[in-house]
């Protein structure tokens, strides 16, 4: 059984992706991420000397920063900060620049959907762009479950407010398209069977849940080959223009 969606796509079909990184010239590293309408400008600034209050001083330090397309920041666009910045934590190599701190900017061109994993695959192309260590890429996908029961991937915004319940799913970017097969797992367990970071909301069942996993790993690596391919193409103009 299908589910019928309004701009024609499969329940497992992903819209239009499109990255660009060094669009900010202030900045130290900087990237734009669209999914379809929806589009995220990320900058990074830093390292800068010194850690936040209650910061481990002998770590790095991520701080995000959340601009809305209008208005003030409020109790969501907080919470998003927070899994962000959770999130780039996981991933980074927080013990190469101690007493450090780095800023992460998020700025919401358009929100149709999936916005926070739009912003996280932003944030991770702007880190990259700023040179900052990392352990691994991450790629971020939202699943959403009808009340069908069908899972859909990356819902427009008409979809998302249409949901029983959806899932925000972070995976570490796929070694296969980056590293030989092998070249890292954790206790044995290949990286890319792990999660970094799992949001949910709403009311979804066990079953719904581990489907979500499912097409979410799924959909992580047609993500992932996304950025293998853009990297590799900008690196190859960047050669081109040095």
């Not at 002998?58 to 809305?68: F, H, L, M, Q, T």
């Not at 900017?105 to 999936?114: K, P």
Request: aromatic share 4%; proline share 5%.
């Amino acid at each position: 059984m299908e589910v019928d969606r309004e701009d024609g796509r499969s329940q497992n079909q992903l819209r239009p992706l499109a990255c660009s990184r060094n669009i900010l010239h202030r900045a130290h590293g900087s990237a734009s991420w669209s999914q379809g309408d929806t589009k995220v400008l990320a900058a990074v600034y830093g390292p800068k000397a010194g850690t936040k209050k209650n910061e481990n001083p002998e770590k790095a330090c991520i701080e995000v920063i959340w601009k809305p397309k209008t208005g003030q920041i409020g109790k969501l666009e907080k919470e998003y900060e927070m899994i962000l910045k959770r999130t780039l934590q996981s991933i980074c190599i927080l013990t190469v620049n101690p007493n450090t701190t780095t800023s992460v900017i998020i700025q919401v061109v358009n929100d149709d959907g999936a916005l926070l994993p739009s912003a996280i695959n932003a944030a991770c192309m702007a880190l990259v762009d700023a040179g900052i260590p990392m352990r691994h890429l991450a790629v971020s996908i939202c699943c959403c479950v009808p009340r069908s029961g069908l899972v859909i991937l990356d819902p427009t915004k008409l979809e998302e407010q249409n949901m029983k319940a959806f899932a925000y799913l972070v995976f570490p970017n796929s070694v296969h398209s980056v590293l030989p097969e092998g070249s890292l797992s954790v206790q044995g367990e290949p990286i890319e069977n792990g999660v970094i970071t799992s949001v949910t909301h709403g009311v979804m069942s066990v079953d719904d849940y581990f489907f979500c996993l499912e097409r979410g790993r799924a959909a992580s690596t047609k993500l992932s080959d996304f950025l293998r391919r853009n990297l590799q193409h900008q690196s190859t103009d960047s050669s081109k223009a040095g």
